[in-house]
């Protein structure tokens, strides 16, 4: 009897330790809910500073946290860099220099990239 409790725990450990697929699984989801929670906060900073030339900035923070978290976070953050540069080529008229300007901060951010580099002087230091 004890042996065969002995043989179950340690199976479990070995189970527990070993890649799970669910386990990757659940991670991912998780990654990619919090990196759309960076984006979320990214815009949301972004909209509170409303200061001119901070655009870039946030595009690159947002992506940036949000792939810190993993490729759950990076497939997030770009997902939704993608379709609000897609909405904004068609609703908005900025032309396509702009959104090609902010899909470069996107990519810099998801690819570990310092933000910092497209902060605007006199950018509070609270973002």
Not at 16 to 33: C, I, S
Not at 45 to 53: I, K, L, P, S, T
Not at 78 to 90: F, G, N, P, T, Y
Request: proline share 4%.
């Amino acid at each position: 009897m004890k042996l065969s409790i002995c043989l179950a725990l340690l199976s479990v450990a070995l189970c527990a330790g070993a890649e799970n697929p669910f386990y990757a699984a659940g991670k991912f989801v998780r990654d990619a809910v919090g990196g759309a929670r960076d984006m979320l906060r990214a815009y949301s900073d972004m909209r509170e500073a409303n200061y001119v030339g901070a655009d870039k900035y946030f595009h690159a923070r947002g992506n940036y946290d949000a792939a810190r978290r993993g490729p759950g976070g990076a497939w997030a953050a770009k997902v939704i860099s993608d379709a609000r540069e897609l909405w904004q080529s068609d609703v908005s008229g900025r032309g396509a220099a702009d959104t090609a300007a902010d899909q470069e901060a996107n990519a810099w951010g998801r690819s570990g990239g310092d933000p910092n580099r497209y902060r605007p002087a006199g950018l509070p230091s609270r973002y």
